[in-house]
């Protein structure tokens, strides 16, 4: 299993925060996101616009709302359906201050 952890992202109660997650749908993988703790809602998922070249891939986007302040971790999954492990995890560390 690859792990990537990402910089930590800075937030604020009611921002939106996106991750990027690459190659979508190769080899039947896919990716989905976790929440641990109800901190953030996944308010969307979208495709990249396609890169240039022959079997270019495109990255999935996910887009979070920060519900309330404090620390977690976004992880986006990736494995497929059938399979029980994870074949890649990328976190990011959000710190969720409070609104001004």
Known sequence: MDLDRRPPIHAC????V???APGEGIGGFTWQAE???H???LIDESMS???SG????RDKLFRFR???AGETVLRLVQKRPWEASAHRIIECKI???TAP
Do not use: F, N, W, Y
């Not at 109660?13 to 939106?16: A, E, M, R, V, W």
């Open 13 to 16: 109660p009611g921002d939106t």
């Open 18 to 20: 996106e991750l990027s």
């Open 35 to 37: 929440v641990p703790d």
């Open 39 to 41: 901190s953030a809602t």
């Open 49 to 51: 616009p396609p890169q």
């Open 54 to 57: 022959i079997g270019a891939g």
């Open 66 to 68: 920060m519900e309330r």
């Open 95 to 97: 710190h969720c201050g």
